[in-house]
């Protein structure tokens, strides 16, 4: 147990769907963020929350829309996504996003695929 | 953009070889963090290392940050088969707002043959 979950685990979603994805930290931490791990590429950082305020957003289209209404949860919204946002979402938690160390607890991920 | 490189990108031996995986940057990190992924699962954090040149052990696993905290490695002795999954080194970054950032390696696949 990770103390990080998400929801739901798989996703087949329509170019033309709306759906979210949610995340859950039970740690107590202050910061979240989303991630995207695509094959064969580095895991890239697409948004940070820290104390429910998003302080980074690393170039996203605007079809990621994400959503922190507290501490202990957040949320991407997606809408008219293409076939190359087919990844794994991953959704991870630390304790502040300032600390020495920066560690970051992930959830087990959603899986998305784009038809 | 810091890249982290990590080295072999893919690694298949079997059970009680040794092995070492590497992470390499021109960059350098206030602190490096090592992560094992399993298939349909998140990252999970392995160790954090700050100082350089500093030794860290966890169990069969050893993990090094260089002198001048720019790279890392981590050996592995007598490898299992429950030591296979993706590996991933990431280089953490203190930048001018005074916040943090994580630069993560494309990873070390190992799959350990019993």
């Not at chain 1, 809408?79 to 979402?89: F, G, I, N, R």
Request: net charge neutral; aromatic share 8%; with cysteine.
């Amino acid at each position: 147990e990770t103390g990080v979950t998400q929801t739901p685990r798989h996703l087949v979603m329509g170019m033309t769907n709306k759906k979210s994805l949610k995340c859950e930290q039970h740690l107590g931490h202050n910061a979240m963020y989303w991630y995207k791990q695509s094959a064969k590429k580095p895991l890239e950082l697409m948004f940070v929350y820290s104390l429910e305020e998003r302080v980074e957003n690393n170039s996203v289209p605007s079809r990621f829309s994400p959503e922190c209404p507290n501490s202990s949860h957040l949320f991407l919204h997606l809408h008219t996504l293409q076939p190359e946002d087919s990844a794994l979402y991953l959704c991870a938690s630390s304790q502040g996003a300032t600390g020495p160390n920066y560690e970051q607890y992930f959830g087990p991920g959603t899986r998305l695929t784009v038809t | 953009t810091q890249l982290l490189e990590q080295s072999p990108q893919f690694l298949s031996i079997q059970e009680g070889e040794n092995l070492t995986v590497y992470c390499n940057s021109s960059s350098v990190f206030s602190s490096l963090q090592w992560y094992r992924q399993e298939p349909g699962e998140g990252p999970v954090l392995l160790v954090t290392v700050v100082t350089g040149g500093e030794v860290k052990k966890l169990k069969r696993l050893t993990f090094q940050f260089g002198d001048a905290r720019k790279d890392s490695s981590l050996h592995i002795t007598a490898a299992q088969p429950g030591d296979t999954g993706l590996y991933l080194c990431a280089g953490a970054i203190l930048r001018l707002t005074g916040r943090r950032a994580l630069t993560f390696g494309s990873g070390t696949r190992l799959q350990v043959q019993p």
